[in-house]
Nanobody, 115 residues
Framework: QVQLVESGGGLVQAGGSLRLSCVAS????????MGWYRQAPGKQREMVAH???????DYADSVKGRFTISVDNAKNTVYLQMSSLKPEDTAVYYC?????????WGQGTQVTVSS
């Protein structure tokens, strides 16, 4: 089963930037198609960004133009570069593989954006 460890969150003022990282580990597993999700208090978990094995990206409308997803295969790591952050981006951020492989959700990383 793939294990995921997210990091890089923190407290930032509106308009600021953060880069989240997610390291994936598992026998024979390599990051290719991955996604970032987030869950705000009292809300359901929602998709933020996806990247396919071919490098095609997809973003939620609310983050388009502000967030960028990327992968480093050598480090088995997926990143989420976030800029122009808004208070409504406040949430716990999680990553997950998109290939159907068995995985466990990580603990997530908290992002808090102050106004």
């Amino acid at each position: 089963q793939v294990q995921l460890v997210e990091s890089g969150g923190g407290l930032v003022q509106a308009g600021g930037s953060l880069r989240l990282s997610c390291v994936a580990s598992g026998r024979y597993f390599s990051v290719n198609a991955m996604g970032w999700y987030r869950q705000a208090p009292g809300k359901q978990r929602e998709m933020v960004a996806h990247i396919s094995s071919g490098g095609i990206t997809d973003y939620a409308d609310s983050v388009k133009g502000r967030f960028t997803i990327s992968v480093d295969n050598a480090k088995n790591t997926v990143y989420l570069q976030m800029s122009s952050l808004k208070p409504e981006d406040t949430a716990v951020y999680y990553c997950r593989p998109l290939t159907g492989v068995a995985f466990s959700w990580g603990q997530g990383t908290q992002v808090t954006v102050s106004s």
